[in-house]
């Protein structure tokens, strides 16, 4: 037990002090006022089933307080719930809600949608592309192309708010942000000398030359984590900047956890490359990260349970900026270990899955690797 409190706590200082400092509160994308004469922007909306959302998300679009012309393309792909006629109901100008055709083979069926309202774009210079559940601030397309303008970059991203108010969600949600950002520092995302690359695909705005340059949506065609592999891509010759956002709301609930297990599960594997060295050791990472400074704290002895200690507050210390973000008691910085097994648990799950051929069932579709 003395060693692995040692190599936890020696993981824990580096991630605290040499890691991107990823736990840190921002990058936060700021709202910004409209100036004039701004580029025209295309937002592109791929939706499938998602009349519970579809109205709040458009009307918030069709609302931005933007100083130059923008247009929406919502993509209806094959809904059977009704969104595309919520959406041509709205009756905007601004506002084309385009029926998708079904995704050939190779294709995910996000990416093909997306792939339609970008063909459907025809020359636009800038394009957002959003997610259908994205509540969005009157002045959020403002900031968003302010802040790509200002630095000089081909793609702009946000870790958008997500929807937390259930006792659950505030168990497991904040954990996925807090995750996402260990996995992928966003100071080192933002820095071009650094070849660590993502984006959150809630809102991607990017230069539809820098889309171009990287073969266009068909270059991933069949990419489950889509939004990383554009960041990649675009990273390897252009600038891109991730950040957290207070301009941009998910109003999707996870009303089970069976929901946030399937969200990790369908890409989960993915990540990892299908490999399983690569998933043994990570099961043994998360292990030794996230199980040994609590239960050496509470069942070691001397040196160890010391050792143990001192790396349960640094997890502790690293988590609290996300609880704020969340607006949470620091007390539920106690549930990060649980947390962290059920992320591993489903990310075994995710393997699982593979290796029995089942795929994952994600937006009514199943998604196989």
């Known amino acids: 037990m003395t060693v692995l409190a040692a190599l936890a706590l020696a993981i824990w200082l580096y991630l605290l002090l040499g890691h991107g400092l990823f736990w840190q509160y921002g990058p936060v994308l700021r709202a910004v006022p409209s100036s004039r004469a701004m580029p025209p922007v295309t937002i592109i909306v791929p939706a499938r089933n998602e009349a519970e959302s579809i109205l709040a998300c458009l009307?918030?679009?069709?609302?931005?307080?933007?100083?130059?012309?923008?247009?929406?393309?919502?993509?209806?792909?094959?809904?059977?719930d009704g969104t595309g006629a919520l959406a041509d109901a709205i009756g905007d100008a601004r506002l084309k809600v385009l029926r998708g055709a079904a995704h050939p083979p190779g294709w995910s069926g996000k990416l093909w949608a997306v792939h339609q309202g970008v063909a459907e774009a025809g020359r636009a210079e800038l394009l957002l592309l959003t997610d259908a559940d994205i509540v969005h601030a009157p002045r959020h397309l403002a900031t968003l192309v302010s802040q790509m303008q200002a630095g000089?970059?081909?793609?702009?991203?946000?870790?958008?708010?997500?929807?937390?108010?259930?006792?659950?969600e505030h168990a497991l949600v904040p954990p996925f942000v807090f995750f996402f950002q260990l996995l992928y520092p966003f100071a080192w995302v933002n820095d071009p000398g650094n070849p660590a690359a993502a984006a959150a695909?809630?809102?991607?705005?990017?230069?539809?030359?820098?889309?171009?340059?990287?073969?266009?949506?068909?270059?991933?065609?069949?990419?489950?984590?889509?939004?990383?592999?554009?960041?990649?891509?675009?990273?390897?010759?252009?600038?891109?900047?991730?950040?957290?956002?207070?301009?941009a709301?998910?109003?999707r609930p996870y009303r089970e956890t069976g929901e946030v297990w399937r969200m990790v599960a369908r890409c989960a594997f993915v990540q990892l490359g299908y490999s399983p060295w690569k998933l043994a050791g990570t099961v043994a990472g998360m292990v030794l990260v996230w199980l040994v400074p609590p239960l050496a704290a509470l069942f070691g002895h001397g040196a160890a349970r010391w050792m143990g200690v001192l790396a349960w507050m640094a997890m502790t210390v690293s988590y609290v900026p996300t609880l704020r973000r969340f607006r949470l008691n620091f007390a539920w910085a106690a549930c990060l270990p649980a947390a962290a097994v059920f992320y591993t648990a489903a990310t075994l799950g995710s393997a699982v899955d593979h290796y029995r051929g089942r795929g994952t069932i994600w937006k009514q579709r199943a998604y196989h690797g």
């Open 201 to 247: 695909g809630g809102t991607v705005l990017i230069r539809a030359a820098a889309l171009a340059r990287v073969g266009g949506v068909a270059a991933m065609r069949g990419a489950l984590i889509d939004d990383v592999t554009l960041a990649r891509r675009v990273k390897q010759g252009g600038r891109i900047w991730l950040g957290h956002s207070g301009l």
């Open 249 to 251: 709301t998910s109003i």
């Open 59 to 80: 009307r918030s679009l069709l609302a931005q307080e933007y100083g130059g012309p923008f247009r929406i393309i919502m993509v209806d792909d094959l809904s059977s």
């Open 152 to 168: 000089g970059l081909d793609l702009v991203s946000e870790m958008v708010a997500l929807h937390c108010e259930r006792a659950m």
